[in-house]
């Protein structure tokens, strides 16, 4: 059973949510954060997707960058 999406939720034009709430700023990569700390952006990325804040697909992208996958 799919989520049902928050009506008010409205993604900014050309940019990720996870940029515009600062969870990542300027592109960082797994080359600038420690282990710790990329597991705690990847935690509240997904914070972020359970509550309907990101998209499946902004949540991937993110998560890949911070990974570095």
Known sequence: ME???NPCFRPYPGTLVAERVG???ER???RTLSFD???D???KLKDLLDVDV???EDFDIKKRE???F
């Open 3 to 5: 989520k049902e999406r």
């Open 23 to 25: 969870i990542v700023a």
């Open 28 to 30: 960082t990569t797994a």
């Open 37 to 39: 700390e990329q597991i």
């Open 41 to 43: 952006a990847a935690k």
């Open 54 to 56: 990101l998209t499946q």
């Open 66 to 68: 911070i990974m570095g």
